[in-house]
């Protein structure tokens, strides 16, 4: 069973800067994708960033040029930097991956964003 682990959530402050980690139980290139999303309260879940198997990456247009999504083959382990966070992205993030159209989920970390 496919299984995906984040780590790296923690309360920052509105401007500063957060690396989340997702460990994924299987060669992260059996996967169309991988990659992230994010469901603030009261909200719905929203994509931030994905990464292909080619490498391709696709961001969220509001976090284009200041989140990053990156993977290490190697470790199967998927990153998001994220930087000069808002308030307003508190959230919980949650890694995502799917084959065709299954799809799989992390059990999500938070990341509380307040001064």
């Known amino acids: 069973q496919v299984q995906l682990v984040e780590s790296g959530g923690g309360l920052v402050q509105p401007g500063g800067s957060l690396r989340l980690t997702c460990g994924v139980s299987?060669?992260?290139?059996?996967?169309?994708?991988v990659g992230w999303y994010r469901q603030a309260p009261g909200k719905q879940r929203e994509l931030v960033a994905l990464?292909?198997?080619?490498?391709?990456?696709n961001y969220a247009d509001s976090v284009k040029g200041r989140f990053t999504i990156s993977r290490n083959n190697a470790e199967n382990t998927v990153y998001l930097q994220m930087n000069s966070l808002k308030s307003e992205e508190k959230a919980v993030y949650s890694c995502?991956?799917?084959?065709?159209?299954?799809?799989?989920w992390g059990q999500g970390t938070q990341v509380p964003v307040s001064s």
């Open positions: 990464i292909n198997v080619g490498g391709v990456t």
């Open positions: 299987e060669n992260i290139f059996n996967f169309n994708a």
């Open positions: 995502y991956s799917h084959i065709l159209r299954r799809k799989y």
